[in-house]
């Protein structure tokens, strides 16, 4: 074995690049089973970050089914999601350049099936009793808020949608019974998001397709209600959260019955369309998965006796799963893994590993694998992170130093982070960096007590946990207290410029399309979010108050350390003014900072040319700022009001 060379953390010089980060790497997005045949929907950094499908032969030969001009991508509540279904080998999709629902015959040309118009569409499922899809579908084409409702749209002919329920603010989820005669959907109102209050509604269907004898189900302001799904004998199965933790029940004979109830979340926060946590291998056996403290694990469960058996299977993180008689299909990864898709034989309960969403591999020796740990916050209460320790077998530093470290805030804030291998956190940890990954209060996967932590109180309960995550490392002297930084992505960088405008803790900070000014993003924003802070901070405009006190925008004066910023410039969900607003603020105060502004990017940076310059950029800020030799060549970044013996560093 090679002799380690000594050399101070940060300027350890590593294998991981940027480029390596999306070089020969996708985005997984959706799975799919039609007729025992597998397909998957892939976002490809380097295709401009495009969406398609892919068909997986039983020879082993993957097969692209979307043709390069085609996106296969919904913008419904701006996340999108659920953008595409397919029914005996033919794939019906929301096309992202008009928006407009397309039908694709096997490997041949798209021909569009809706009218062109001011329309989103998601989560399409195929009647095959009427030839139609019904689909969930947004409307911009009248004067205020966009509607949103149920539609049904013929399989047959170019048509217009028809409008089948309507009357909520928000949809999702619309699903067939087998015998054709009954619909199901999920439906919630302003102010709540899905995951704080939804209800599940059925209707009967007239053999045209018109709704009929509409009822509520369960659900509620105060229940969340999450993946509706009929059973192949026709019983209709749904997850809520009414014990205060997401679990399977049924809906028989006007009875609901809680299958298997655990202190366990088989759901999570429908913030995009198309979300399947568990898949019906047949009648009487559900696959599913479920997370305990942060953990995901998958099992298979009876609906006869509600037997459960969690699987042994090396994977700590499962999305996506679906199921048929022979096999599951579900994407996976643990904390040495890259997130897979994984074929599961029922039978057996062997797996086989169809395609890895990263072909670029490293000796494990190299990886840092996730710590988990539990730290007390605010008043007296236990809060959740990973921690990824600096680690690279060529190098070691000087003993005498502590290493820097990038506390990570997740976005959502009604989020979670996955414990799977993510390159971007090796890319800091073979440096010689640390990352602390924080599930805060107001993170999924502890139950809804924990999720609630958040209400009322974001930018003071999510900013608290970063603190006192960061402290319980200092507390073991495994991290320098003068090389701390935070950093986060949309709601995780508002997480970022409270910590750094309201606290005098972390010594940098690195912003994604973050927020600053919480009024500015209540009068702004889209409509799935536009009453989300209702319950994460209060009612606007009664609230305005709590807002502006809230804003780091409005204390920029008690700032004092250095900041990046990067935002793209097509964002319609955080608008660019509010980079530009802080940056502006940074820059007249004297303080150190960058602003990186990137064309063609919306909501979380997609292109590979601009993932890969926002990562260089950040680990130039750093070495800067933390005065870190780079070992690196990287395209410099303007730091505004940096000395020049910091430059010079």
Not at 380 to 387: L, N, S
Request: net charge negative; aromatic share 12%.
């Amino acid at each position: 074995m090679a002799k380690q060379k000594e050399t101070p953390y940060g300027a350890w010089k590593s294998p991981v690049s940027a480029k390596s980060l999306v070089q020969d790497t996708v985005r997984l997005r959706q799975t799919h089973i039609d007729a025992n045949h597998i397909y998957w929907e892939e976002r490809r950094p380097s295709e401009e970050g495009r969406h398609l499908l892919v068909k997986y032969k039983k020879s082993g030969q993957i097969v692209d089914l979307t043709p390069t001009d085609f996106n296969v991508r919904s913008r419904a509540h701006e996340y999108g999601g659920g953008a595409f279904t397919i029914h005996q080998g033919i794939v019906y999709f929301s096309n992202d350049s008009d928006g407009r629902i397309y039908k694709q015959q096997s490997d041949g040309q798209p021909e569009a099936l809706s009218v062109p118009g001011a329309y989103r569409y998601a989560d399409p499922v195929f009647d095959k009793k009427r030839d139609k899809l019904f689909l969930v579908m947004e409307d911009h084409s009248g004067d205020g808020e966009e509607e949103n409702c149920i539609a049904s749209l013929s399989v047959d002919q170019l048509n217009s949608p028809e409008k089948i329920v309507r009357g909520h603010d928000f949809y999702s989820n619309p699903t067939i019974s087998p015998n054709g005669a009954q619909i199901a959907w999920l439906a919630w109102n302003h102010p709540n998001m899905p995951w704080d209050g939804s209800e599940l509604w059925l209707a009967d269907l007239s053999n045209e397709g018109a709704v009929l004898n509409q009822r509520l189900v369960v659900g509620g302001a105060s229940e969340s209600v999450f993946q509706p799904q009929w059973s192949p004998d026709g019983i209709l199965y749904f997850i809520s959260d009414r014990t205060g933790w997401w679990n399977i029940y049924k809906f028989q004979n006007e009875r609901v019955i809680c299958l298997k109830e655990m202190k366990a979340e088989f759901g999570l926060p429908q913030w995009v369309f198309g979300m399947s946590t568990y898949a019906f291998a047949s009648a009487e056996k559900i696959v599913c998965t479920f997370c305990e403290q942060g953990k995901w694990k998958l099992a298979l469960l009876s609906t006869i006796n509600s037997k459960f058996q969690a699987l042994d299977l090396p994977f700590t993180h499962f999305d996506n799963v679906r199921a048929c008689n022979e096999f599951a299909l579900f994407f996976a990864g643990s904390g040495k893994t890259s997130e897979s898709v994984v074929q599961l034989n029922l039978d057996k309960n062997d797996y086989k590993v169809l395609f890895k969403s990263s072909n670029v591999s490293f000796p494990l020796s190299l990886i840092s694998a996730p710590e988990a740990i539990e730290f007390e916050t605010m008043d007296g209460k236990t809060a959740h992170a990973y921690y990824y320790a600096p680690h690279n077998p060529d190098y070691t530093a000087p003993a005498a130093e502590l290493p820097p470290l990038i506390v990570k805030s997740h976005g959502g804030p009604t989020g979670a982070t996955e414990c799977t291998l993510d390159l971007q956190k090796q890319f800091w940890t073979s440096r010689g960096v640390g990352i602390l990954d924080v599930n805060y209060g107001g993170s999924t996967g502890y139950g809804r007590e924990y999720r609630e932590r958040l209400d009322g109180k974001w930018g003071v309960v999510d900013v608290e946990d970063c603190i006192h995550a960061a402290r319980h490392l200092i507390s073991q002297k495994r991290c320098d207290p003068s090389r701390i930084a935070i950093a986060g992505g949309s709601a995780g960088g508002y997480t970022t410029l409270a910590a750094l405008t309201f606290h005098d803790f972390f010594k940098a900070g690195a912003s994604y399309y973050g927020i600053c000014d919480l009024e500015a993003m209540a009068k702004d924003t889209h409509k799935f979010e536009s009453h989300y802070f209702d319950r994460l901070i209060a009612p606007y405009p009664e609230g305005k108050e709590l807002y502006r006190e809230r804003s780091p925008i409005h204390a920029t004066a008690q700032l004092s350390c250095p900041v990046i910023l990067m935002q793209g410039l097509e964002d319609k969900i955080v608008l660019p003014n509010q980079a530009e607003m802080m940056f502006k603020a940074l820059r007249e105060k004297g303080i150190p900072a960058a602003y990186l502004a990137f064309e063609g990017e919306q909501h979380g940076f997609r292109k590979a040319h601009n993932i890969i310059r926002s990562v260089e950029a950040e680990l130039f800020f750093y070495a800067k700022v933390f005065r870190f030799a780079l070992q690196d060549e990287i395209k410099p970044v303007k730091i505004e009001n940096l000395n020049d013996d910091q430059n010079a560093a």
